[in-house]
Every structure is written in C-alpha cells, then in structure tokens.
C-alpha cells in the first residue's frame, strides 16, 4: 500500500479535528477523500503532509512511517488555499519550489520544461503572477506539486478555479500520471470530477470514516425505475408492489426502486400483460453525490 493509516486521530487541544482514520490507498490508483466542510479532510491531509503531528495513530506512507522525512522527497502536495507573490514570474515560483526540493540544478530547466508542458502553460513562465487568470494559478500550483517527479501526490480541490474545460485538462493530466504510475489523493467537491477519474474513495463526517472501499462496488445496488404508461389497473399496481411496496404512482407515472435487470423485465411484462399500456421505461442508477448524500443526511439524523 502506497498509504497505509491506522486511527489517525488530531485534537486541537479539546476541538476535535480528525479521529480513528484508517484508510489504505493502492499504488497506482486515484483515490477520493471526501466529506462536507469541517469534516477534517486538510486536518488529515496535513497529517499526511507532515505539516501537523497527529494526536494519536499511525501511518505509513510510501513504505516509510509518517515522521520519516526522506518520505517528502517523494510527495507533491497542492494545497487548496495558496497564495504565490505578484510579483514573481511563473518561472521564478517554480525555480524557488525546485530548490526547496533541493532538486538538482542541472535537472531544473528541463524538469520545469516538462511540468509546464503537462499543465499547458508553455510560454506563459515569463509572465508575472498578477497577469494569470485564477485557473493558470490553479495549474500553476499543480506544475509546481510536480516538480520533484512525485510518486505519490495529494490533490486538495484542484479543480475549484476552473472552468469546465481547465476541469477537463486537470482530469486529462491526473490520468495521465496514473498511467504514469503515480499515486494520486484527490479532495474535490466536485462529486462529478470525482466520480469519473477515481478508483476508490473514502467518505468522512465530523472527523470520522463514514464509508470506503473501491468507487464501483460503492455505487452499486438498487437503481430507480422510472415508468411512464397507461390503463394501470389497481391489479398492475399490487403486482408491481411485490418488486417495490413503496412506489410511486401518480398521473400515468411509476417511480420504483429495482436491485436488478430482471426486475426492470419484470416490470415490463407485468405492465403489458395486464392490459397496460407502456411507453418508456428507463432506469437511474445511484451516482456519488446523491451517495454522498444520504450518507451524510442520514448520519447527521442519527
């Protein structure tokens, strides 16, 4: 495992910021970090970061424990909230980032060539920061996370600036480095982005895990039917209840919870062999945000 975390636990002297992490994260796979404001996501990937000590637990990283500090030669980290000075060029903050990486000079220029090149700001390193628009700030962040060539890299709401074609060039570079074969922990907001780069992800409110495990399985299980048909006898309804005892029948429309093909069949044929007339008939399946959702709603009611 490329993270490997056992009750990561942080109190800001009685304020609790994260409690009993455990999470493991794959070599080569995009993992989501999740979870609403305040649930502790910076607190922990600031742990992870070495810019907080954890209150109790451990961890390891790249193999390596948590304090050890040959491990951050080895992690590209973006935070969300960062501030670079006007004043500077795009290739000053990034010659000043290679050396706080100690990266060898004679390994600077090209190195810094590549990385602009990856986040396509190519020709733009001569300008000051005051001219870049919020997004080339963004992917300018992201050129300098990837300086030391990390093998792992924490991403902390690294499309929250752009637009949806700079969200399109970040999803492209994160694939990108996973065919690469790098690691990459990823904080967004945006449930969408999430769902579509991520292999597994891990769900957190008031600094405690909620749910994890591999992004499909989790999005597995019932799905919704809609229905729309006619001549719905009272008969076709006490049948179609057996599949789902709650649906939802109102102005020649059917809402149901289905759990496989078969009842989406099933359906059907109940539908027309009762003398119903049936003229669509598609399913919804359960995306993230509306996981991640009930998920939350559901444990702030408990």
Known sequence: ???????????????????DISISVKEGEIFGF????GAGK????????GLLFPTSGTAMILGKPLNDISVRRRIGFLPENFKYGE????EDLLSFHASLYKLDKNFVKERIREVLSLVKLTGHEKYKLGTY????????GLASALLPDPDLLFLDEPTSALDPIGRKEVRDIMTELKRRGKTILLNSHLLSEVEMVCDSLVIINKGSVVIQGDMQ???????????HAEDISGEILNMLKKIDEKLVFENNRISMKVNSKDDVQKTAAIIVNGGGKLYELKTQGTNLESKFISLIEGGDKK
């Not at 975390?5 to 994260?18: A, P, S, V």
């Open 1 to 19: 495992m490329v993270i490997e975390t056992n009750n990561i636990t942080k109190f800001y002297g009685k304020k609790l910021g994260c409690k």
């Open 34 to 37: 999740l979870g609403p404001n």
């Open 42 to 49: 910076s607190t922990f990937i600031k742990i992870m970061t």
């Open 87 to 90: 004043w500077m060029t795009g």
């Open 133 to 140: 628009s919020k997004g080339m700030q963004q992917r300018l």
């Open 217 to 227: 399985e989790l999005l597995k299980g019932e799905e919704i039917l809609h229905i």
